[in-house]
């Protein structure tokens, strides 16, 4: 651990501490207290090492740097506990990272997260024109936004690598949604692909290393998704980065490949969230019916006074929809039905603070291995349509507010930027791909 590392954990970091109301106990102080004794440890242990001139310097570094971890590693877990202990009203609202919406330990997670920042290396093949359909996204608004925005951030972020060697993973930057953008047929698309991977093959050698299981393709694009079935080792060893994450029948792999959240951009209202009050409507959810489970939620619902069910194709983007969008504010659950076109309910619900509640048998959910869904969104069968009303009014009112209160707390990892910002959607791909760079080479 270095000392820059060691710097960075004064009592300071630890807000759930600093805005502890003063009087009630001395924990504070003596966390401190604590804090300081260590660093004074360590500052004169540093001294004795660098008066120690017959050790050889690396020696001394180490000896240095194991008595710096030992002294961070137990004040970590003595405020870690100290804070848990103490603190579990305060801290759940004040640490840097809430671990009641990840899966993992909050420190785990944090210093794993730390480590693929300082690590993480990805390489784009250079190759390819970017007037026709490689590197360059086509447009950032649109309902593949999230495509073109990973084409943009990855270039803009410190993960980019120009040394092969360096790279824990190979970016094939191939743009289905620009292919579609040019009127390319399915074919085509499907042979431009094929011409673009074995290209690579023959010029580098990395594709061979693994026949493409440390390489990886995004594209939000449903059909793009199915152009690159034309190369078999793409589908089946590379890690696809993908909007369509349903994998009952699109051959989508849970644990290799990774749900690109689908979200319509630009939102042209701000996010909702922490509103309870407002929100008077059950559920809600308007669109067209293309599969079995819409046309089931129309014909059960279709005229309940209590859940909100519109057959109609609503755009609430368009001017002239307002309502749309304000029943998004206004309604506590909104329904995303499972289809087999790309719907950005999801992230909608997310945006607008209405809980989402995920009506699906086989869907890889976004960010699934990071984010823990359960705490603030209703998962649901496909078959439950038909007890929908009775279960999520057995959503006590108490539940539904922490449900409310956690999706705000997750809605900075859906929203893409640019430059991308720590822990926004780009770093969550990032980080869903860190977890898949372990990898055999031959
Ligand atoms: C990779 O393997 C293919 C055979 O599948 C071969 O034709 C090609 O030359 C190899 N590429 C390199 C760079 O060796
Ligand atoms: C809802 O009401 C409309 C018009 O009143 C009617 O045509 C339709 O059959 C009703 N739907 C259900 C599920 O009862």
Not at 328 to 342: D, E, M, Q, R
Not at 386 to 412: A, C, E, P, T
Not at 431 to 438: A, G, P
Request: aromatic share 14%; proline share 5%.
């Amino acid at each position: 651990m270095s000392l820059s590392r060691g710097n960075s954990f004064p009592i300071t970091n630890f807000p759930a501490a600093r805005n502890r109301p003063r009087g009630s106990c001395g924990c504070v102080q003596l966390a401190t207290t604590v804090c300081i004794v260590a660093n004074v440890l360590y500052i004169l242990v540093l001294f004795v090492c660098s008066t120690q001139s017959h050790f050889p310097l690396r020696q001394v570094h180490s000896q240095c740097s194991s008595f710096l971890s030992i002294q961070i590693q137990s004040y970590i877990k003595y405020s870690y506990r100290f804070l848990s202990s103490k603190f579990d009203s305060y801290g759940h609202r004040s640490m840097p990272f809430d671990s009641s919406v990840f899966h993992s330990p909050e420190e785990a997670f944090r210093l794993d997260y730390e480590q693929m920042e300082e690590e993480f290396k990805v390489f784009v093949y250079p190759d390819g024109d970017p007037e026709t359909f490689f590197h360059t996204p086509r447009k950032l608004t649109g309902k593949y936004a999230s495509e073109a925005y990973f084409f943009k951030n990855i270039r803009e972020s410190r993960f980019l690598t120009h040394d092969p060697r360096r790279a824990h993973l190979f970016f094939l930057p191939i743009s289905c949604h620009k292919m579609r953008g040019r009127g390319l047929t399915n074919e085509r698309m499907i042979d431009e692909v094929e011409k673009y991977v074995k290209y690579l093959k023959f010029k580098y050698p990395y594709w061979n290393r693994t026949l493409g299981a440390d390489h990886f393709f995004v594209t939000c694009h449903d059909i793009g998704v199915k152009a690159t079935k034309g190369v078999p080792y793409l589908m089946k060893n590379s890690i696809r980065v993908v909007c369509s994450s349903s994998y009952d029948d699109d051959d989508y792999i849970p644990h290799k490949d990774v749900t690109l959240p689908q979200v319509q951009l630009p939102f042209f209202h701000p996010p909702g969230g922490n509103d309870f009050k407002n929100r008077n409507t059950l559920a809600f959810w308007a669109g067209r019916t293309d599969s079995r489970l819409k046309d089931d939620l129309i014909a059960m619902w279709d005229n309940d006074t209590e859940l909100d069910i519109q057959n109609n194709r609503v755009d609430f983007r368009a001017t002239g929809h307002v309502v749309f969008m304000e029943k998004l504010y206004k309604s506590k659950f909104c329904l995303c039905p499972h289809g087999p076109i790309g719907s950005s309910r999801i992230a909608d619900s997310i945006h607008f603070g209405c809980v989402p509640v995920i009506m699906s048998n086989y869907y890889d959910l976004p960010f699934n291995d990071i984010l823990d869904w359960r705490k603030f969104s209703v998962i649901l069968k496909e078959t439950d349509v038909y007890l929908l009303k009775d279960i999520l009014r057995s959503i006590s009112g108490k539940h539904f507010m922490r449900l409310n209160q956690k999706l705000v707390k997750i809605q900075k990892h859906f929203k893409w930027n640019t430059p991308p910002v720590r822990l926004d959607a780009f770093h969550m791909v990032m980080y869903e791909l860190w977890l898949r760079r372990h990898l055999i080479r031959y």
